[in-house]
T-cell receptor, first 109, second 116 residues
Framework: GQNIDQPTEMTATEGAIVQINCTYQ??????LFWYQQHAGEAPTFLSY??LDGLEEKGRFSSFLSRSKGYSYLLLKELQMKDSASYLC??????????WGAGTKLIIKP | ETGVTQTPRHLVMGMTNKKSLKCEQH?????MYWYKQSAKKPLELMFV???????ENNSVPSRFSPECPNSSHLFLHLHTLQPEDSALYLC???????????????FGAGSRLTVL
């Protein structure tokens, strides 16, 4: 079966760096997405990786290793507003999105 | 209005009621989706309308019935639901066939459904 694994919850300190991991086993691969979802709000698109390597967007970076079935989202200079759930999703060979259960990130002052 | 708008934001209904969830997108996208989001579970795709044709997930119970009258509007009709159907129902839209290759979803804020 197809599966996406990510930690259920993580805690980090304001100003620090946190890495949220995502591992996947899917039937084929057509890209990996990260979304951010604040409580009670819509998930919003953060990043898309289809080739190996690191993509940087301001304080957020996303890494992909297709051979290892692994990605991470790196958040630098954490701010209180980064408290949210982070959803990892992989597009399989049929262009269907397979979702992880999300990682709830708690930022402490 | 911009983006994807869902109404109502909160809905409480009994098991014998009939209600509908509404979604409207103002992005000119050609695909619309219904997702179910339950606590600590992955998003579950319920229905997809692509270029106004319906792609159905066969595991969705018939008490959920989608309707897509045009490319900007999507409804989810609810009838004789069960308490386990209580969840956040998210609508999303996307532009399929884009040049970037990334089918990025734009979500609405969701309709929180409670079935008593």
């Amino acid at each position: 079966g197809q599966n996406i694994d990510q930690p259920t919850e993580m805690t980090a300190t304001e100003g620090a760096i946190v890495q949220i991991n995502c591992t996947y086993q899917t039937s084929g691969f057509n890209g990996l997405f990260w979304y951010q979802q604040h409580a009670g709000e819509a998930p919003t698109f953060l990043s898309y990786n289809v080739l190996d390597g690191l993509e940087e967007k301001g304080r957020f970076s996303s890494f992909l290793s297709r051979s290892k079935g692994y990605s991470y989202l790196l958040l630098k200079e954490l701010q209180m507003k980064d408290s949210a759930s982070y959803l990892c999703a992989v597009m399989d060979s049929n262009y269907q999105l397979i979702w992880g259960a999300g990682t709830k990130l708690i930022i402490k002052p | 209005e911009t983006g994807v708008t869902q109404t109502p934001r909160h809905l409480v209904m009994g098991m014998t009621n009939k209600k509908s969830l509404k979604c409207e997108q103002h992005l000119g996208h050609n695909a619309m989706y219904w997702y179910k989001q339950s606590a600590k579970k992955p998003l579950e795709l319920m229905f997809v309308y692509s270029l106004e044709e319906r792609v159905e997930n066969n595991s969705v119970p018939s008490r959920f019935s989608p309707e897509c009258p045009n490319s900007s509007h999507l409804f989810l009709h609810l009838h004789t639901l069960q308490p386990e159907d209580s969840a956040l129902y998210l609508c999303a839209s996307s532009q399929e066939g884009g040049s970037s290759g990334a089918n990025v979803l734009t979500f609405g804020a969701g309709s929180r459904l409670t079935v008593l």
